[in-house]
C-alpha cells in the first residue's frame, strides 16, 4: 500500500486504498513508509483519491495489525500536546480543525475499548479514527496532529534496532512513556492500553529495554 501511494504520488495519479489490516494511519495519510537502504523511513506522499475497507476483512488480519493500529491510535493524545507545546514554544503553526479532529478520533474510539479488538463496533470505529488522523495531517499540512515525540522516537528506533517491530507498537508503547512525562491523560492512555490487551500482547515479545533507551537520546535528531 505504501509503495503503491508512493508511486501515485511521484507520478500524480490517483490513488484507491484498500487497507486490509488496520496497522497505522498511513492508508489514508499524505505520508508513506517504506524502506530505504534497508531501514524504514517515513517519506512525503499524497492522500489516497478515496478508502474502501471492508470490516468483515480486516477482522480477519493478524492480532498484532490491530493492536498496532491501536497504538498508533492513541498516540494523538500525545502528538496533540507536543503540538500546543511547540506553538507556545516556537510560534509554530497551528490550525484548530485539524487538532479538533484528531482529538476527536481519540475520543471516539475509546468508548468501544471494552468490546473486543475483533469486534465489529470496535473495527469500525478503529478504521474510521485511523482514517479522520490521515485527513488531519492533510488539513494540517504536516504530520503535527498525529505524530510528536513518541513517533520520533519510533522513528529511531527503526534506525537503531537490527529487527523493528510493527509500527504502532514501538509508538503504543512510548505514547505510554510520553504521557507519563507530558502529565498528560496519563490514566486515559493506560487504561485503554490495558483494556484492549495491549499491554499483554506486547508483554510476550517485549521491546530491547537498550535499544529503546537509546532510541530515546536519539529521537531528538530524527528531525
Known sequence: LDYSKYCAHVLALPFISVPTPTSNDGFCSPNSSL???????????RIPYGVIVDIEAVKTCPEACIYSGIGDLISKITAGHD?????EITN???????YLIAENTVNDI?????YGIRDKNFLYHLVNSLLMSGIAMEIAGFSRPASGSEHLISHALDQITVKPTMHGIQVGVATYICSYLQDNR?????????STGFFDFVAKKPLNKAEFIEAIRFAPAIK
Open 35 to 45: 524502506l530505504v537502504d534497508g531501514k524504514r523511513k517515513s517519506l512525503t506522499a
Open 110 to 114: 475509546l468508548h468501544y475499548q471494552n
Open 83 to 87: 503540538w500546543l507545546r511547540a506553538v
Open 186 to 194: 496519563l490514566d486515559v492512555v493506560r487504561d485503554f492500553l490495558q
Open 92 to 98: 509554530e503553526h497551528f490550525n484548530d480543525f485539524a
